[in-house]
Nanobody, 115 residues
Framework: QVQLVESGGGLVQAGGSLRLSCAAS????????MGWSRQAPGKQRELVAT???????NYADSVKGRFTISRDNAKNTVYLQMNSLKPEDTAIYYC?????????WGQGTQVTVSS
C-alpha cells in the first residue's frame, strides 16, 4: 500500500501562482511514476502532468508553459508549480502514484482561481 498526502491548494486570483506538494509513503517501488490530475465540476478527470523517477515529464496541452512538475526522490515527494493561473484551472487536484502493479490517488486538494 502507498499513502499520498497532498498540500498547497487554496484560493488565488487569476495570474497568480500556487505550489502543490504530495508526499508518498508506504511500499514505494524502485520504479514508479508520479503526477497530478484534476477534476472540475461537471467535467471528467484530466491528467495534468506526470514525472518519472528519472525526471522525464509530460504535460497536458492546457497547462504547458504554465505548470512545472518536479520530484524529490529522496523524499518521495512530487510538486506542481502552477503559474499564470486561469479561472479554468479551478478544480480538485489529485496526486497520483503508479508503482509496478497498482495506481494510488491522494484525497485531493481544492484549487480555486478567481477572475
Amino acid at each position: 500500500q502507498v499513502q499520498l498526502v497532498e498540500s498547497g491548494g487554496g484560493l488565488v486570483q487569476a495570474g497568480g501562482s500556487l505550489r502543490l506538494s504530495c508526499a508518498a509513503s508506504g511500499s514505494i517501488s524502485s520504479i514508479n511514476f508520479m503526477g497530478w490530475s484534476r477534476q472540475a465540476p461537471g467535467k471528467q478527470r484530466e491528467l495534468v502532468a506526470t514525472v518519472t523517477k528519472g525526471g522525464s515529464t509530460n504535460y497536458a496541452d492546457s497547462v504547458k508553459g504554465r505548470f512545472t512538475i518536479s520530484r524529490d526522490n529522496a523524499k518521495n515527494t512530487v510538486y506542481l508549480q502552477m503559474n499564470s493561473l486561469k479561472p479554468e484551472d479551478t478544480a480538485i487536484y489529485y496526486c497520483w502514484y503508479r508503482g509496478l502493479s497498482s495506481d494510488y490517488w491522494g484525497q485531493g486538494t481544492q484549487v480555486t482561481v478567481s477572475s
